[in-house]
Every structure is written in C-alpha cells, then in structure tokens.
Nanobody, 119 residues
Framework: QVQLVESGGGSVQPGGSLRLSCVVS????????MGWYRQFPEKERELVASISMSAYPYYTDSVKGRFSISRDNDKNTVYLQMSSLKPEDTAVYYC?????????????WGRGTQVTVSP
C-alpha cells in the first residue's frame, strides 16, 4: 500500500521560507510523478507544483520564482521549498503521487500539512 507522509508545515511571517517534505513508502518512488497541491477554506484543491519521474518541474503561475520542487529518489522524498511567502499562500498543502508521468499526479495523497503566513 502506497503511503505519503508530509512534514514541514508551520507558521511564518510574510517574506519567510518553509520547506515541505513528503516521504513515500510502499511503491517504487522513481516510477512516480509527484506533486504538491494546496487547499484554501471552502475551495477546491489546486495544483501548486509537480515533478516528473525525470525531475522535470511544473509550477502554477502564482508560485513561479518563489517555490521550488525537487525529489530525492534515494530517500523516496519530494520537497517543496517555499520562499517569499505571502499571506495568500496560507493553506493546507498536500503531497500527491501517480505511477506514471503526468503534470497532475492524483492517485495517492498524503493527509496534508498546514502552512500559515501572517505577521
């Protein structure tokens, strides 16, 4: 059974940085496209960034230049480095994976981690 466990969320001031991590178990990690989504209250979950099996990244426009996604296949881990954080980045962030190349991995999900950006 594939499991995804996120960590690294928390509270930070505007302009600050956080790094989210997602460890995957139960699957062959290098065969998964991975992604980070976020969900605002009473809104649908939206894709923030994704990374292909060959580490090709995709970013939604609102985070380009501020967020960076990466993967470490030796550690079965995908990261989301978030910099220049804004209050509007406040959301629950979810890790997701799919065992094929897609820019919207959605087959498996973590439980989410809260990110709060406030003065």
């Amino acid at each position: 059974q594939v499991q995804l466990v996120e960590s690294g969320g928390g509270s930070v001031q505007p302009g600050g940085s956080l790094r989210l991590s997602c460890v995957v178990s139960g699957g062959i990690f290098e065969n998964y496209a991975m992604g980070w989504y976020r969900q605002f209250p009473e809104k649908e979950r939206e894709l923030v960034a994704s990374i292909s099996m060959s580490a090709y990244p995709y970013y939604t426009d609102s985070v380009k230049g501020r967020f960076s996604i990466s993967r470490d296949n030796d550690k079965n881990t995908v990261y989301l480095q978030m910099s220049s954080l804004k209050p509007e980045d406040t959301a629950v962030y979810y890790c997701a994976g799919t065992p094929k190349n897609t820019y919207q991995p959605r087959d498996y999900w973590g439980r989410g981690t809260q990110v709060t950006v406030s003065p």
